[in-house]
């Protein structure tokens, strides 16, 4: 078993390919994040966070370079086969919660185990266990506008771990959120790092979360202009 999760070598994203206002984002990236490592991709508005965290998180394919993804080739994965990783090696946590209104906090979390095929009580006894570890076992029948901005975000942890994934993309977690909620919403992911050994890719403007982080790597401009080491090392 390789010790690197995430290999990215040369990455360039372009948009509008062959058109008079083609538009590249990403100017030859590379990186490498280890397996159980807490890095953050840190950058301001423009500068290719999101398309980068895209591109980790296979919502959409270089234009060019390689990424290998716990051992897996990307660019020669079928669409079927990118289906299956991303449903289970990779959590996904988004800045708007992305949860399905109407919806229990409990079927939420469901949801990516019966994409995987799990049985009915399976998914219910695993996602009861899952809020209680991010202490929302008291709402587990609340929809999604019955909840406050970091109740949504704890649901939205429970729900991306529920696959038991390898890898956890969170996107601006608390951006949306108060310091004292921010606070403990990292509280979890430090948690999920040093517990269970999951690996974190966290995406911020924040230099004060990402210095929480063992390694930050600075984007600008659609390159990386720098990588340092956090406090937790």
């Known amino acids: 078993m390789s010790e690197r999760m995430i290999e990215l070598k040369g990455i360039v994203k372009r ?6 206002n083609e538009l590249e984002i990403l100017h030859g990236i590379d990186l490498e994040v280890k397996r159980g490592e807490f890095v953050s991709i840190v950058g301001s508005s423009g500068s290719g966070k999101t398309t980068m965290m895209n ?3 296979i919502l959409d394919r270089p234009t060019e370079g390689e990424y290998q993804l716990d051992g897996v080739d990307v660019a020669k994965a079928k669409d079927k086969e990118l289906s299956f990783i991303r449903n289970q090696k990779i959590g996904f946590v988004f800045q708007t919660y992305n949860l399905i209104g109407r919806t229990s906090a409990l079927k939420n979390v469901e949801l990516p185990m019966l994409y995987a095929g799990i049985g009915r009580r399976e998914r219910k006894e695993r996602a009861k266990e899952l809020l209680e570890m991010v202490g929302m076992e008291e709402r ?3 929809n999604p506008d019955e909840l406050s901005g970091g109740q949504k975000q704890r649901v939205a942890i429970a ?4 696959n038991d994934p390898a890898i956890i993309l969170a996107d601006e977690p608390t951006g949306a959120l108060d310091s004292k909620t ?3 919403i990292m509280d979890i992911f430090h948690k999920l790092n040093q517990e269970q050994k999951k690996t974190i890719v966290l995406i ?5 979360l990402a210095q929480e982080t063992g390694r930050i790597v600075t984007l600008k401009d659609g390159e990386i202009i720098g990588e340092r080491r956090g406090e937790r090392c």
């Open 15 to 20: 948009f509008y390919i062959g058109m008079p």
């Open 55 to 57: 591109i980790i998180g």
């Open 140 to 142: 587990l029948s609340h």
């Open 159 to 162: 729900r991306a771990m529920a």
């Open 182 to 184: 921010g606070r403990m």
């Open 204 to 208: 911020t403007h924040s230099q004060e």
